[in-house]
């Protein structure tokens, strides 16, 4: 295990440093520096303290986890691996985030998941432990979004305006949203026992990561959003 202290370090000079490195990595000091692991194909990087924005940007195989809280732009159009939040995070985390996976303990801030999307054999997900912002899933294309509701302290899971724009992927909140106001090309329903089954791994993985009963949590009851079709946007862009 390599140990980087980040303490005296600007963003340049620990991204150079995480560079010169493969394996195993410890940053601890860090305090806002960003792009931490952008594009990295392989190793993990351990980090106590708060990295700045777009950590894991581009991200296209290697594993990332934080000891606390994360800043804006979290797995920024990242392509595959994991990163893992012991904290919060802050807005539009995943931001065009084509595969890989998500996991974070506590709560997102705005626009998370925005333009995330999938292509081919890859399809991203992000589990959210807690409550995400305004605008979740603004523009979705592809992939899973799942909001868990935990560590809300009775707050809505989900705060105004969710799947703007939607038009690909699901998304999952623990939570019976009968009176959640949602955009005409959605809808809504109570998940089946078959879309349940869909998301037990990352569910069980969640509770791996933080010691959560993933059981318990898969008990529900959930709510399932997706697009009303495949285009609901056709009449917009081509000609009839």
Not at 58 to 63: C, M, P, R
Not at 143 to 172: A, E, Q, R, W
Request: aromatic share 8%; glycine share 16%; with cysteine.
């Amino acid at each position: 295990m390599i140990h980087i202290d980040a303490t005296n370090m600007d963003y340049h000079q620990l991204n150079s440093a995480i560079r010169d490195h493969t394996g195993q990595m410890e940053i601890t000091g860090c305090l806002g520096q960003r792009f931490i692991g952008a594009g990295m194909s392989h190793g993990e990087i351990r980090i106590s303290g708060v990295p700045g924005n777009a950590l894991g940007a581009y991200l296209n195989g290697a594993t990332i986890e934080v000891l606390g809280n994360a800043q804006d732009a979290v797995g920024d159009t990242m392509n595959a691996g994991t990163i893992v939040i012991h904290g919060d995070i802050g807005d539009a985390a995943g931001y065009a985030m084509r595969g890989g996976a998500l996991y974070v303990r506590g709560n997102a801030g705005y626009r998370a998941g925005i333009h995330m999307k999938a292509f081919g054999d890859k399809s991203p997900v992000m589990v959210i432990g807690g409550r995400a912002g305004s605008f979740l899933g603004e523009y979705q294309a592809g992939g899973v979004i799942i909001v868990l509701g935990l560590h809300t302290d009775g707050k809505p899971v989900v705060s105004n305006f969710p799947c703007t724009g939607m038009h690909g992927g699901k998304l999952y909140l623990r939570w019976d949203c009968r009176n959640l106001l949602l955009p005409p090309q959605v809808t809504a329903h109570p998940a089946t026992e078959a879309e349940l089954q869909e998301i037990a791994g990352y569910v069980e993985t969640y509770g791996r990561l933080f010691g959560a009963d993933s059981r318990r949590i898969l008990s529900g009851p959930f709510t399932v959003i997706a697009p009303d079709s495949h285009n609901p946007y056709r009449q917009m862009y081509v000609a009839n």
